[in-house]
């Protein structure tokens, strides 16, 4: 089978975690330090802190804003992974849901729309492309989620760089992904505030939440290691992509895919028949494809979103791997001409 995703682990991660176990400082320290610094230079803000997942570094990020203004709303993408609801009920606040459109971005009429409801804003870069709105001035602060997207540049700066805070993942299949852990960066106010609500033995409270949330050295050392690799990496999943869209060009696919504005993470193709179908003839060709979010978080509210419905309905997610081998490349191609004749 290929698999949807399959993160690659060579002796250099072997040989970091192995120096990690041999010093004894196996949680919170001098790797997960140095992985803050790595991404500051990647991204222009000016503070940054490791945690332990991208989903806590959301609920964080909510939470060290809630420290200095009211935050009850926070808008997020109905098209998204279901961390991104369970980091703002975490934090003690209500989603309100953002539709996408054709290209899976938000829907720019919606997002407008709803804009001057919200206390906060989530904007993610879905799938590694990149949403736009960024850029914009929104009237509530801007949480940036670049965890699909990390690496990727928009209007010359890198995303990471346009929100008012920016937060990523590097849980393993993610561009920086390692095993878990995430991050926080933003102002060192807000830095400062996310340290003091991940270190619950520095008693503080005053703080209305805090938890373990550092990120250990044993993580912190896999992704430091990922971020060595990522280019080599994202230019083959380049090449990939372009052997997509070759391969698929004769049948009716229409892919998804803005890589100028963003990096090869997710292939996605919008099909014509049923998803379930589809999805059951390419895992009989071995070819694990998979729904791009397996919900579309407007399930789980009232409001019913046409775009995330219509996204759910014929979405296809193919498999995107930075080190396919020739043997997989020819199965790939023999499995995609059986369901895309
Ligand atoms: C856009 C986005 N943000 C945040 C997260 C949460 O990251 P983590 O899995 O590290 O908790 C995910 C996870 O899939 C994601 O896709």
């Not at 080599?232 to 892919?255: A, G, H, I, V, Y």
């Amino acid at each position: 089978m290929i698999p949807h995703s399959r993160p690659s682990f060579d002796d250099r991660f072997i040989h970091a975690v192995g120096k990690v176990l041999r010093s004894a400082y196996t949680a919170e320290g001098e790797q997960s330090r140095q992985l803050e610094q790595q991404v500051l230079t990647q991204c222009n803000q000016p503070d940054a802190v490791a945690v332990d997942s991208g989903t806590s570094a959301l609920m964080l990020a909510i939470r060290a804003l809630q420290t200095q203004q009211t935050i009850q709303k926070v808008g997020i993408p109905a098209y998204a992974c279901a961390s991104l609801w369970f980091a703002v009920h975490a934090a003690g606040c209500m989603p309100v849901l953002m539709d996408c459109g054709e290209d899976l971005r938000l829907d720019v009429d919606h997002a407008w729309k709803l804009s001057p409801t919200l206390d906060a804003v989530i904007l993610v870069h879905p799938f590694g492309m990149v949403e736009p709105l960024i850029a914009e001035a929104w009237d509530c602060p801007v949480i940036e989620d670049i965890a699909q997207a990390a690496g990727a540049i928009f209007q010359n700066q890198a995303i990471g760089s346009f929100g008012d805070i920016s937060i990523t993942s590097f849980y393993a299949t993610k561009p920086w992904g390692g095993a878990y852990g995430g991050m926080v960066l933003g102002s060192h106010e807000i830095c400062d505030t996310v340290r003091m609500m991940s270190h619950p033995d520095d008693v503080n409270l005053s703080l209305p939440y805090v938890g373990h949330h550092q990120l250990s050295n044993m993580h912190a050392a896999l992704a430091l290691i990922r971020l060595q690799s990522v280019n080599s990496e994202e230019k083959s999943r380049q090449q990939l992509m372009q052997w997509l869209d070759m391969t698929l060009s004769k049948s009716l696919q229409q892919s998804i895919a803005h890589r100028k504005q963003g990096n090869a993470f997710r292939y996605i193709v919008r099909i014509d028949g049923d998803v379930d179908l589809c999805l059951q003839a390419l895992h009989a060709e071995g070819i694990d494809a998979a729904r791009p979010v397996q919900l579309p978080l407007s399930y789980a509210g009232e409001a019913v979103l046409c775009g995330a419905k219509k996204a759910w309905g014929n979405c296809v997610s193919l498999p995107v791997l930075s080190d396919m081998s020739t043997d997989e490349y020819v199965a790939y191609a023999q499995g995609l001409s059986v369901c895309f004749p």
